[in-house]
């Protein structure tokens, strides 16, 4: 029988992820307290350098189930999500976001589609993250010109197709 785990993170200390505990719950998803792990670290750190999802990795066996409420839980950038769900995709471990309908990630029928969705710039827009962060340098302003394609006719031409 497969067992169910939650992965809940939070970035400051002091908050709490009572919020993401009781977001699963009203999902429908029964976690054993055991098996919440709950963690406070950036969610710009790579997975590899969170150490409560490093343990988590050590408990979850081939058909168990991973939830996290969003798929920013997961890493710090769009590489590292899709290689944590590669990984867990390889130990047959099935992950589950809230965020994105409660999908299975790492199943075969969604799996691309997510890796495309978390390549665009509207999918960070909607986790509320800027999709380039702010240069920082000011960036030289250059006037604008516009840009259009060159004349295939002389300026004789236009002046007598105009006649017509």
Known sequence: MSRVFAYCRVSKQGSTTENQVQELAAAGFAVDPRRVVEETISGASAIAQRPGFA??????EEGDVLLVTKLDRLGGNVI???????QLKAMAVRVH???????DLAGSVLYTPVQIAAATPAFYLALGRPTMPEPAVPVATVPSYRYVRPFALSQFDIVVLRAR
């Open 55 to 60: 343990k988590l990795l050590e408990r979850l």
């Open 97 to 103: 976001c809230l965020q994105l309908g409660g999908a």
């Open 80 to 86: 590292d999500i899709v290689s944590t769900v590669d």
